[in-house]
């Protein structure tokens, strides 16, 4: 022991990953800066893509508080979006450190 309080590995604090599928009208709408946007200010990390079929893919890391007001915000979406459907598994979590959006 080193004697310090330093910050606990991730894990001790309750971190958990969600694997999230949005659908709708989710894409050309800025639905994924929008989401990097509020991720960052949420604390959350992972990252956010655009799916072959018309959805939005995010896996999403963070403690339970701010995991659960960032679904809270996928469920509505950026302005221009139509959000139809917000599908949320959990996941393991691989410790990301930002958020990025991911392009193809």
């Known amino acids: 022991m080193n004697g310090r309080n330093s910050k606990s590995p991730l894990g001790d604090l309750g971190l958990k990953h969600l694997n999230i599928t949005i659908t709708g009208k989710v894409q050309g709408v800025g639905f994924r800066e929008t989401t990097k946007i509020v991720a960052n200010q949420m604390m959350v990390n992972g990252f956010v ?5 018309g959805s939005v893919f995010i896996e999403a890391e ?3 508080i701010f995991l659960e007001e960032f679904v809270n915000w996928c469920h509505e979406g950026p302005d221009r979006s139509r959000v139809e459907n917000v599908s949320v598994s959990e996941g393991e979590v691989k410790n990301y450190r930002n958020f990025e959006v991911l392009r193809k």
Do not use: F, P, S, V
Request: charged letters at 75%; zero cysteines; a negative charge.
């Open 49 to 53: 893509r655009n799916e072959k079929d």
């Open 62 to 64: 963070g403690e339970d």
